[in-house]
């Protein structure tokens, strides 16, 4: 290829146009007359799906972000970022959508479980990490988001973030500062929100001022995906691409007009700039085009057995042992063993929902590892309680008559419905769909209309009950449904829908009936499905989607009742609640911090027969645990991934110890959290109200208890910080200390977490901040030491409005070391004698 200014002279306008606008969901636009290669992106923060929603190539699930953060190991996570370059490679993709670095503000954020922490310096340490990981081959490339301030999905396309500058650039700012110092990601996704005003895609501010101007960073600035607002206030302020394609705003005969009438003062030069971050992202990626061609093939040859080893260890080294009171864990695989819990034997809980989903190579439940751990494989089981959003899981447990040898229900893709077609009418597509989330937005086929993408599929399986039951089907749908069992019409998800939450709000609500079936009989399943353009409510949303599901109807108070007897009868109970990613995903927030429907019930019942239980929790972020004072067992699992049983089942039986730590302050309730009264979009503003006080900065400052504390995890041995040393210039800060594992069984990894806090402010500030941390491995009995070097200025400033720069102030400060923010064993102090002002990366 040849340099890019070069490039750009020898482009026409039009051509530069093009390039500075996605040609579809995942493609940049290619010049072939001057060698210049579409480029494919894909998503996202914990694996690569490739260029697919339906049909897509099984992927690598990781563990989701707090559950990675919550390693507090940079050197693991780097190697997860090498894992997802390799990952994209297979997926024929050149950037990878992710990581995400917002901001915890609150336990209710859709895509809290995405993001890593509550604190800015975690968080970018973390993202640092995985970018230089997918970097380190040089020629895959990551991408930060979202930029910036887009903690919530409530009106997130138009929500207004009302927000201080000093919370700005110590909180929000700060992670993708850390990241872009330490690791120069090549790309970075703004957001959807407007931050005082200003939609953060066209914020001169943000894009020019800070990106390029004060941390001089030269990476491509890309739109979140429908993201863009206007055309000539983005492309002069510094939005490099508009995402996805075909564009809105980037048209090529809107951009002649605006040149030729000098409408917006819109000038060619500012065409030129933004088409030059393109071609420095394809230089970059193509390596100067000696790796051209892309090998665009996807395949799910990375799913080996070094890849899930991988997984299985990044999972259970952010496991976080909460609770281990009576030393119950690690169990005995020689005891007798019972699970119970809805997330036992869940398929959905291997990450939260939204751009984070992906079809997994494929998914170790709890129940499954644990079964394969004890001795003997003996294992009793019972659900507990439901605990479903909506009901899924009904392909995975159908027949065909496509093909006999996989289990899901046989697809046939038509042109016209069922009623308007010729008898003998042969399908225009065929399939066998294995699972019951059925993404058709990008389903495409030469029969089908490209303008107006309308097509049916008629889904035909059996599905054969163990257990003669009454059971429930149901679905929700973008598009429109019609449910048969054995030809009888059940459900109408066609005639009379309304509009729900499903597909980001542009789907109907589910619809669900109940049916008596017999054990041991085939009851044949037909759904006839019409594209997501045949629906009434969200008519103009491309190729649709279905989630279909059922399950056996159960009595709640009698299925907590057996559990109990179950409970009992065992010496090893094992509960496993939480979440799944219906209820924490993409496109809306959580309501509240409580479990799904009866599980507080099941779990002081089960706490209640047998006091030994190992709760094992399921979540992206905090949930309200009203049993907790009478819970002696306590581990958060998080969404670990495609080995997240196995990685839980290492943890309870002590293959694993753990030392995961909290990412994020664990509330014993929402209305303890700093955000709760501004967490909502209310007029179109929402309200940073809390200020820099996010998280653990909150609660400390006000003295104010929490379940668990910021940084807070249990080992199944126990450390020893002492010999603190503490020396500081006008420059920099040097600490060391000694460490050891006073246990005498378990080699264990222990975090060492530093936070630094000013004595005397003469502004309001936290009592103190995370400013580094390590993670140290030691034998029983064994000591190490080990030692930081702070960048002064970095470690003890704080941003003044008034100055509109940072300023290390002359006072007194302390160096807190411990084990977590609330319990610090060791505390230094040194001084600063002058203020200083300043402004820089």
Known sequence: MLPVDQLVEQLTTEEKVSL?????????????????????????????????????????????????????????????????????????????????????????????????????????????????????????????????????????????????????????????????????????????????????????????????????????????????YSCVDALKNGLDIEFPGPTKFRRWEVIKHLLMSKEGNLKETDIDERCKQVLKLVEYVSGNGTKLPFDRREDTKNNTSETSSFLRKIAADGIVLLKNDKNILPLSKEKSTVVIGPNSNALNTFSGGGSAFLRPYYVITPLEAIKNKVSGGKVDFTVGCHTFKTLSGLFEQMSNNLDSSKRGIGARFYTKPKKERAGNERPIDECVIKESFINLADYSNPAVDEQTKIFYVDFEGYFEPLETADYQFGFEVVGTAMLYIDEKLLIDNKNHQTKGAFCFGSGAVEKTTEVHLEAGKKYKITIEFGSGFTSPVAPNFTGGELQAGVTKVIDDEKEIEYAVELAKSHDNVILCIGLNNEWESEGYDREDMMLPRKTNDLVAAVIGANPNTVVVNQSGSPVEMPWLQSCSTLVQAWYGGNELGNAIADVLFGDVVPSGKLSLSWPFKNEDNPAFLNFHTEKGRVLYGEDVFVGYRYYEKLQRRVAFPYGFGLSYTTFKFENLKVDADDKKIDVSLKVSNTGDKYTGKEVIQLYVGAINPSIIRPVKELKAFAKAELKPGETTSVSFSLDLKRACSYFDEYQNKWCLEADKYQIHVGSSSDDIDLIGEFEVTNTVYWLEL
């Open 20 to 228: 500075i606008a996605a040609v579809d969901f995942w493609h940049t636009a290619k010049i072939d007359r001057l060698g210049i290669p579409s480029i494919q992106v894909s998503d996202g923060p914990n694996g690569v799906r490739g260029s697919r929603f339906s049909g897509g190539t099984p992927s690598a699930c990781f563990p989701n972000g707090t559950c990675i953060a919550s390693t507090f190991d940079a050197e693991l996570v780097e190697k997860a970022g090498e894992l997802m370059a390799i990952e994209a490679k297979h997926k024929g993709a050149q950037v990878i959508l992710g990581p995400t670095l917002n901001i915890q503000r609150s336990p209710l954020g859709g895509r809290g479980f995405e993001s890593f922490s509550e604190d800015p310096y975690l968080s970018g340490i973390i993202a640092a990490s995985i970018v230089s990981g997918i970097q380190k081959s040089g020629d895959l490339a990551a991408t930060v988001k979202h930029f910036v301030c887009n903690e919530l999905e409530h009106e997130r396309f138009s929500s207004n973030s009302v927000v201080s500058e000093r919370a700005l650039r110590e909180i929000y700012l700060e992670p993708f500062r850390l990241a872009i110092k330490l690791a120069n990601p090549k790309c970075l996704i703004t957001s959807y929100n407007k931050i005082n005003g200003i939609h953060n895609s066209e914020s001169r501010k943000l894009l020019h001022d800070i990106l390029r101007e004060e941390w001089k960073w030269d990476g491509l600035i890309m739109s979140d995906w429908t993201g863009t």
